[in-house]
């Protein structure tokens, strides 16, 4: 009866700074220009990398926020293996962006080696210092990018305890929707079997008068009283179900949708909800089933 919407882990991938080598007879330079362009490069790709990162931070951080919010205590499973999970995220965040300011001083250092030249040559005393540059560039790409893989294998871990625990958004027109059609249908069918169980006594009652087969009067008395006791169940869960539409409503007032989990009132209606749903299902099944025989 539930439809939610499920969360899908992502991934978040950075790549690293080419440098292309150039040789000219037997000196080896490279082209601060063409550095420039490589650097330009992989700082937009950590800079998409950082504020993916913080989008999605930012998306958990108000998820848990608006779970807790309708939580009469955060301390139930899964709520605080969730909050760790967070601040993880957090520390992680951090860490990036710690690691993004050592790139971009690390980008800075060149700019400021380079001003004024057209290429950086193997015998030029420039070449040392580029080379340390490049290296811990380098260094700091690796850890930058472990950070990013290291952050996403975190975020898939909350989104993997959202779904194992059932915490789900619901959209509420969807659902109620939902409901009140199958409370329609279900008005319909057992008012149209109602009738058709009166209809059947009456012809009983009649054939018992005009002395028909006892015994077959009887058992089709029988079948009968089974078909109403069936009718009569089900009319109970339909009116149960009523009632806990009604507490939903109150529960959800016009909000259009809701996070639903353990521990909170939501995820209770909506579970008793699909378990009558099911068991009005399973007497439905048993009344076709002595029908036909009838």
Sequence with gaps: MQKTKKLEPKAILATSIIFTLLINTCTVYYTTSDIKKNFSTAQQETNRVLASVAKD???????YNQITANLSDSTLA??????LQLTDMSVHLKKLKQAKAELDDLEAQFKNLSKGKMKIESN????????S??????IHTDQFQSLAKSYTEVSNSFVSILNK????????PGLRKQVSNYLSDLDKNVAELTQNIEASQTILDRAENQGSNPN??????????ELTKILAVVSAKQAELSLLVDQFEKEVGEEPEIWSGPGMRTQTIIQDMTRIGAEIEKQGQKFNALAKQF
Excluded: C, F
């Design 216 to 225: 077959k009067v009887a058992t089709k008395s029988k079948s009968l009283e």
């Design 78 to 83: 899964p709520y605080p293996e969730l909050a």
């Design 57 to 63: 931070r930012s998306e958990k951080r108000g998820i």
């Design 133 to 138: 540059i490049k290296a811990d560039y380098d």
């Design 124 to 131: 030029s005393p420039l070449w040392k210092n580029y080379q």
């Design 165 to 172: 625990n059932k915490i789900s958004r619901v959209n509420i």
